[in-house]
């Protein structure tokens, strides 16, 4: 039965993710396009059109990935065989898995059964989600080689040595949270987040930790070779870079996994730094207002609340990726480094010392595990 | 806790089964015609020379890929302190500054010998 339910949750997290890549990618299309001053891609139809109604963008969000299935899957001549395989297996395999701890909801309770809403209950939730995403590199770096292209081949190994260039200053950021919250377990720290402030505002962690905030968005943004972080796959400059050579769904395994990666990124920063599921001021029972005044709520619906707040917020972040990758231009790529190396990693390892300090210090109110 | 690391078997398999099918799905539904042009490798019209896999690399990926070494190595050493350092106190924190003191001289020799450099 608890094998049950866990695969249960596997499967919702799994879904989860899965829809929210693809609404992603209608959504950068479309945003795009509102920012850019354009209508988008409104031409994707079912069945020639004789439907009254218009379907707008689920035609063009069942039309894409469609597509890009029946597409041929060129192999270049002297590719390994294996590895051009391999490269996007791993480049979105680990990806998916960083879902499963991501805590969309507090309990649900069904009966008598207490269902914790996430998925893989780790207590080292933070360094599953860390190693998970350095093994995205190996997508990359595989992905340029197997192509059998000199430029992939570059372009490939780039985009690897700008991923473990943001990776030092991700986890160093991780760490201060960690400090903070004393704990690697993500439900731990969601929970801790319900508390209140000075009995008034909610403890999240933007307020501890703010520069880690700032730190972990640039090196996730980084991370997932966005822009504007992108030259190894610049698309207006360098074809595809390191994925050139694949087409056809291998070609689309890549992009998804770039916007997996948003959503990671997304989901990271919504579940250490906003709150995660936690809705202010709502507990178990119903709301509970300073002043107060309380509000019974049946559980059920309690659950559902937080697991929409949840997926709000997570929203909310994908949009705020989106609106910056188009409105930055791209940085040159010894910037980029310079920016990974110079800027973030000092400023991460300067926000640890302060933080540590100022957390032995203040004994009294820093958030308890 | 094996209650646990079995959820991680069963996602690690469904995720492994779905990202596979989607792997696949080209062979399975598209066509495949291969066709000397399509085979050969994008080189904007020129036909390309020489071996690849065996050309000469610049050195500073592999410079790069040593610093991130010593220096992820030096974070996960900071994840065990970071989650007991209340307990530890104003020891443990002189005992990671010591360390973290000792890879900035490290970071700060790095970056004035112009390792850091990238062009």
Not at chain 1, 122 to 144: D, E, Q, R, T
Request: hydrophobic share 55%.
């Amino acid at each position: 039965m608890d094998l049950l339910i866990a695969f249960a949750k596997c499967l919702v997290s799994l879904l989860i993710v899965l829809q929210v890549g693809v609404i992603l990618l209608w959504v950068e299309r479309k945003g795009s396009a509102l920012i850019q001053d354009r209508v988008g891609a409104n031409r994707a139809n079912i069945f020639g059109g004789i439907l009254p109604f218009n379907l707008g963008i689920v035609n063009t969000l069942m039309a894409d990935p469609v597509k890009l299935f029946h597409k041929e899957d060129i192999v270049p001549e002297g590719a390994d065989h294996f590895l051009h395989w391999l490269a996007p297996f791993l480049a979105l395999f680990p990806l998916f898995l960083t879902y499963a701890v991501i805590p969309f909801g507090d309990v649900l309770v069904i009966g008598d059964t207490t269902i914790n809403l996430q998925a893989v209950e780790l207590n080292v939730g933070i360094l599953f989600v860390l190693a998970m995403v350095s093994l995205g590199v190996y997508g990359v770096v595989l992905g340029g080689w197997a192509s059998n292209s000199r430029y992939a081949l570059l372009g490939g190994v780039r985009g690897s040595a700008q991923m473990i260039s943001y990776e030092i200053a991700m986890g160093l950021a991780l760490v201060a949270v960690v400090l903070t919250y004393g704990t690697l377990d993500l439900q731990a720290i969601v929970r801790a987040q319900g508390d209140l402030m000075w009995g008034v505002i909610p403890a999240w962690g933007v307020f501890y930790q703010p520069l880690a905030l700032v730190i972990l968005f640039i090196a996730g943004m980084a991370e997932s070779k966005r822009a504007p972080f992108d030259l190894p796959e610049a698309e207006s400059e360098l074809i595809a870079g390191f994925f050139t050579e694949y087409s056809g769904s291998k070609q689309s395994v890549f992009m998804m996994a770039d916007f997996v990666e948003v959503a990671i990124v997304a989901a990271l920063v919504t579940t250490l730094f906003f709150g995660g599921w936690q809705v202010p001021y709502l507990y178990r029972d119903g709301f509970h207002f300073p002043g107060g005044f309380s509000i019974a709520v049946p559980s059920l619906l309690v659950t559902v609340l937080q697991v929409l707040s949840f997926l709000v917020k997570l929203f909310l972040f994908c949009w705020f990726q989106i609106l910056v990758r188009w409105s930055l231009p791209r940085l040159r790529y010894d910037q980029l480094m310079d920016l990974g190396w110079k800027r973030l990693l000092p400023y991460a390892l300067a926000n640890l010392a302060v933080s540590a300090v100022l957390i032995l210090l203040l004994q009294g109110w820093t958030v308890r595990s | 806790m094996e209650q646990s690391y079995a959820a991680v078997l069963i996602s690690a398999g469904l995720c492994a089964l779905v990202v596979a099918i989607m792997v696949g799905a080209s062979r399975l539904l598209g066509t495949r015609t291969p066709n000397r042009a399509k085979q050969s490798v994008f080189e904007a019209g020129n036909r390309s020379v020489g071996e690849v896999k065996t050309h000469r690399f610049p050195v500073k990926f592999y410079l790069t890929a040593i610093l991130f070494i010593v220096f992820d190595v030096e974070v996960v050493f900071m994840y065990p302190w970071a989650i007991v350092f209340r307990q530890l106190g104003w020891f443990g924190l002189a005992e990671m500054a010591a360390f973290v003191v000792v890879l900035g001289v490290g970071l700060a020799y790095v970056w004035k010998v112009g390792a850091l450099e990238w062009d």
